[in-house]
């Protein structure tokens, strides 16, 4: 390891992230940003409550006479699971979950939903994405040998939620981005790209597909922040920020009320995610988003340090475990485990080596930054 590696002394996000810094005491920009920026304007408390409560008025009536006054993506994960269970019992909301299918689901996340759906006595709408298409998009970003290999399902999640919000004018769109859990943001090194940038999706389509997206929902970061809820009134809503949200109990609640079932780790509903950070990105380019997932908790008060540092000196899955994953991945992409292999073992390379618009989204995220709206830290 380089003599210039440092980890942070508080929480453990490291010199891997290329832009971070430390103070003189060896505490990262993360954990500074938290305590100065996050933190004070973080409420899941009973000022939290009244916002919640307001909140909840706001859309019960606006949505008077409609089927449905807002919708959840659902993912069968924990965040997305408890956003549903916290507009139906605590704010007594009618919402419309909606599902995206792009072909990695796991068993347990089909059955989580189930049993939200029977739960909650809710409706579900599944939106299928077309297989060819999409695998053909995942092919091209991992031939692409850059680091943001979730883009793509990123793409279709999010861009089918917004466009059917649209079509069906359901204003309010509620989902489990939250504070507790996600205060410490993956920085762009590690695939963390901040938005659907249509012009880099583009880009590396056109070099390595074979196939047109005929289909593919791929809505821009700039219709969706801009046109759509700027122009149009679209409101995304975070109300996890708005509760006490400590992942431990939620599960348990999930569990007890519904027999929801608990993930070995975050983003552990899609099977392509799973593979694709526990072992293509740390095996790859040498990057733990574990680091952000467990520093996130550190700093909200949910995980010890030394835990956190145990639980990554291992795989969150076993080698064998791993490796039939590896057989499984080039499979259902058409690839022979060689093919796949080839590209693992290919140059590694950056969204910066394809065209996008990475600038502009920049500047977007700064007025936001400058406006309260975002808070975490965006490199």
């Known amino acids: 390891m380089s003599e210039r590696y440092r980890i942070c002394?508080?929480?453990?996000?490291?010199?891997?992230?290329?832009?971070?810094?430390?103070?003189?005491?060896?505490?990262?920009?993360?954990?500074?940003?938290f305590k100065n920026e996050i933190e004070p304007n973080w409420y899941p408390n009973t000022k939290g409550q009244?916002?919640?409560?307001?909140?909840?008025?706001?859309?019960?009536?606006?949505?008077?006479?409609?089927?449905?006054?807002?919708?959840?993506?659902?993912?069968?994960?924990?965040?997305s699971s408890y956003t549903a269970l916290i507009a139906k019992d605590r704010m007594g909301l009618r919402p419309l979950l909606f599902h995206v299918d792009a072909g990695w689901n796991t068993d347990q996340a089909v059955g989580n939903i189930e049993k939200l759906v029977d739960g909650l006595g809710l409706d579900l709408y599944t939106e299928v994405i077309n297989w060819e298409e999409m695998k053909d998009l995942q092919l091209a970003f991992l031939r692409a040998q850059i680091a943001d290999q979730d883009?793509?399902?990123?793409?279709?999640?999010?861009?089918?939620?917004?466009?059917?919000?649209?079509?069906?004018?359901?204003k309010y769109v509620l989902t489990g981005s939250n504070v507790s859990t996600e205060c410490c943001r993956e920085p762009e090194a590690w695939g963390g790209y901040p938005g659907i940038d249509k012009t880099l999706f583009k880009d590396i389509h056109a070099r390595f597909g074979k196939r047109q997206l005929k289909t593919f929902p791929l809505v821009d970061i700039f219709t969706y922040k801009v046109l759509y809820q700027k122009v149009?009134?679209?409101?995304?809503?975070?109300?996890?920020?708005?509760?006490?949200?400590?992942?431990?109990?939620?599960?348990?609640?999930?569990?007890?009320?519904?027999?929801?079932?608990?993930?070995?780790?975050?983003?552990?509903?899609?099977?392509?995610?799973r593979f694709y950070e526990d072992y293509w990105m740390p095996r790859k380019f040498g990057y733990h988003k574990r680091r952000a997932h467990f520093s996130s908790l550190i700093l909200t008060g949910q995980m010890t340090r030394e835990a956190a540092l145990?639980?990554?000196?291992?795989?969150?899955?076993?080698?064998?475990?791993?490796?039939?994953?590896?057989?499984?991945?080039?499979?259902?992409?058409?690839?022979?485990?060689?093919?796949?292999?080839?590209?693992?073992?290919?140059?590694?390379?950056?969204?910066?080596?394809?065209?996008?618009?990475?600038w502009a989204i920049g500047v977007g995220t700064d007025v936001m930054r400058r406006l309260g709206q975002e808070r975490r830290l965006f490199r």
């Open 232 to 273: 149009l009134g679209m409101e995304v809503v975070k109300p996890l920020n708005l509760v006490p949200y400590i992942k431990a109990e939620a599960e348990r609640e999930l569990e007890r009320r519904f027999g929801w079932q608990k993930f070995q780790h975050k983003h552990h509903e899609s099977r392509f995610t």
């Open 310 to 358: 145990a639980r990554l000196a291992r795989p969150e899955m076993g080698e064998e475990f791993l490796r039939q994953e590896f057989e499984y991945v080039a499979h259902k992409l058409g690839l022979t485990v060689a093919e796949l292999q080839e590209i693992f073992d290919g140059e590694n390379k950056t969204y910066r080596d394809y065209r996008n618009k990475r």
């Open 151 to 170: 883009l793509p399902q990123d793409g279709a999640f999010f861009s089918a939620l917004y466009k059917f919000a649209r079509k069906h004018r359901i």
């Open 50 to 79: 009244t916002e919640l409560a307001s909140l909840a008025e706001k859309i019960q009536v606006e949505g008077k006479g409609k089927s449905f006054d807002c919708i959840i993506g659902l993912s069968g994960g924990l965040d």
């Open 9 to 33: 002394v508080n929480c453990i996000m490291d010199t891997t992230d290329p832009g971070i810094s430390f103070d003189e005491e060896g505490v990262c920009d993360y954990c500074s940003n």
